[in-house]
């Protein structure tokens, strides 16, 4: 099993992305990253030395056969979601990346607009339906097939070998991926409200807005119901490899992640001793107070039970949960 990993920024808590890259390049099968400027699932700001290092690791990528994955996977384009805009931004876009590092050759997207323009100007890269489209079935695929090429598993699904042989056997011979980390909380009512406050944070940092209030419903809930933190759709490293029978690829979300070297190298090994909600995306461990969910306790007969669609409760949670 290889992985795709997020570019992350360069911080002096952190090893840079590069040096992910050097050390585990062999279980890397791509790198996902955004464009400097351009709107995606994660935060748009970039510095001048930002952009250095992003084209670095493109350039290292390409040279060691590790694939490019171009995301414009914002929830929302505003008035340009179908404009000329947004066609010379798409265009002019992967013309750069070509002349700096060679051309992306996968593009994920939320867009049927931007999954059209790829089709139309560079029919060689692959366009992947992003995780963030919410595609909750197989079957809603089938419309897609002519725009997109490769899926994601919905999270959700990730404890379920029968939706997971469902998906694969509708999709064909189109690639599904999964997410192994993501700190989402399942079925989040508040994803598309979140999702499109990133897409427009650059505006929304511009105004005077309110206080006094969490915009993110996911934070509010598990900070009411620490336990429920249990129920995750995450995979942890010691389980993944029992995926690979689905999966040659997995994505692991790390652009956010304050550990991001470490999150990738738990994957890797397989194994991982400490706060299991550190490897995850958003990670909400801040939420127990210092508390841990240590990931050594788990039972083991935890991947199991959630394959029979055993849920964890409260007394799996307080077998997990860690004071210090």
Not at 12 to 17: D, G, I, N, Q, Y
Not at 30 to 57: C, H, K, Q
Not at 85 to 94: F, G, K, N
Not at 305 to 315: A, H, L, Q, T, V
């Amino acid at each position: 099993m290889k992985f795709a990993v997020g570019y992350y920024r360069n911080d002096e808590m952190e090893r840079p992305f590069l040096y992910t890259l050097e050390t585990f390049g062999s279980r890397i099968a791509e790198m996902y990253f955004p464009w400097p400027g351009i709107a995606s699932g994660r935060t748009a700001i970039w510095t001048v030395e930002d952009i250095a290092n992003l084209t670095d690791a493109l350039v290292y990528a390409k040279e060691n056969g590790i694939g490019l994955d171009l995301l414009f996977n914002a929830n929302c384009y505003g008035d340009n979601a179908i404009s000329k805009a947004l066609e010379s931004t798409v265009i002019r876009t992967v013309q750069d990346i070509s002349a700096q590092a060679g051309g992306p050759d996968t593009i994920t997207t939320t867009s049927p607009a931007v999954a059209h323009i790829v089709k139309m100007h560079f029919p060689h890269i692959k366009v992947r339906a992003s995780i963030n489209m919410q595609i909750r079935n197989p079957e809603s695929c089938l419309p897609l097939f002519d725009l997109f090429d490769e899926f994601y598993l919905p999270k959700e699904c990730n404890y379920s070998p029968e939706s997971i042989d469902r998906w694969k056997e509708t999709l064909g011979d189109h690639p599904l991926y999964m997410l192994a980390n993501s700190g989402c909380m399942p079925y989040c009512p508040g994803q598309i409200f979140h999702d499109n406050m990133v897409a427009h944070e650059t505006g929304i940092a511009e105004k005077q807005n309110m206080t006094g209030w969490i915009p993110y419903v996911c934070w509010n809930w598990y900070k009411k119901h620490p336990e429920k933190l249990i129920g995750g759709t995450w995979v942890r490293p010691e389980d993944l490899s029992a995926y690979e029978k689905w999966f040659s690829v997995v994505k692991l979300a790390t652009r956010i992640n304050q550990h991001p070297f470490r999150t990738v190298s738990a994957y890797v090994q397989g194994s991982f001793r400490g706060n299991i909600l550190n490897l995850m995306e958003p990670d909400h461990s801040s939420v127990l107070q210092g508390a841990w969910l240590d990931n050594t306790a788990f039972p083991a007969e935890w991947l199991q039970n959630r394959w029979k669609g055993i849920c964890p409760d409260e007394s799996t949670f307080e077998k997990v949960y860690l004071k210090l």
